[in-house]
């Protein structure tokens, strides 16, 4: 089974520009999770798509959206970029089952795609 | 808010050195613990977990038992090889609640010497 896929997976933008990067779970997946890297904050929640709908945000401001397909890809959305935007986003997906009646929560993530904003 | 606390790093070891790095958490709720490894260049790979008190999760010699007494999730290999040579990252998340997105510890770096 193919494993998450994202691209592209280096993007340079400059100040001010809008950015858009794409994530395709794992087949069967209906989650997607979006993650940002950076040295300073380490890894931060950005939200959670499951079945086209945002179930959970973190606390990012709104220059930062996103969006599921049908087919449950998924996209992120940066406008108006500034410098710190710099990061690895990680995108991630789960399939939520019940498992011993407990809810399980393993998301497999993708490569990231590197963001370069000068 | 759910936090998670790991040792700071980097971890520097010799090969077939036994390796620990520390994992506390806090969290409202029942969590679901993790263990993370990102390779230079790549993303995450999930490494364990454990879903409830007393388990061990384990994998490829890396083993971490989530205890809930003590609030901590302990990775620990008997023997590192150079090729373990990462960052690892301990995370939870309590499904239950609806919290399903993953909080991550600031990832402790491992350097195995030869």
């Known amino acids: 089974k193919a494993g998450v896929t994202q691209t592209p997976r280096y993007l340079i933008k400059t100040r001010g520009q809008q950015v858009t990067l794409s994530c395709s779970p794992i087949s069967g997946h209906r989650s997607v999770s979006w993650y940002q890297q950076t040295p300073g904050q380490g890894l931060q929640f950005l939200f959670e798509y499951f079945s086209e709908t945002q179930r959970n945000k973190g606390n990012f401001p709104g220059r930062f959206s996103g969006r599921q397909f049908s087919n449950s890809r998924s996209e992120m959305n940066v406008s108006t970029l500034e410098l710190g935007d710099s990061a690895l986003y990680l995108c991630?997906?789960?399939?939520?089952?019940?498992?011993?009646?407990?809810?399980?929560?393993?998301?497999?993530f993708g490569p990231g795609t590197r963001l370069t904003v000068l | 808010g759910d936090s998670v606390t790991q040792m700071e790093g980097p971890v520097t070891l010799s090969e077939e050195a036994f390796l620990t790095i520390n994992c506390t958490y806090t969290a409202t709720g029942y969590p679901s613990l993790f263990w993370y490894v990102q390779y230079p260049g790549e993303g995450l790979q999930l490494l364990l977990k454990?879903?409830?008190?007393?388990d061990k999760g384990s994998n490829k010699g890396f083993e971490a038992t989530y205890r809930k007494e003590t609030t901590s999730f302990h990775l620990e290999k008997g023997s590192v090889q150079v090729s373990d040579s990462a960052v690892y990252f301990c995370a939870l998340s309590v499904p239950l609640t609806g919290r399903r997105a993953l909080t991550f510890g600031s990832g402790t770096r491992l350097q195995v010497q030869p």
């Open positions: 991630a997906s789960s399939f939520p089952r019940t498992s011993g009646g407990r809810s399980e929560n393993e998301q497999f």
């Open positions: 454990a879903t409830k008190a007393d």
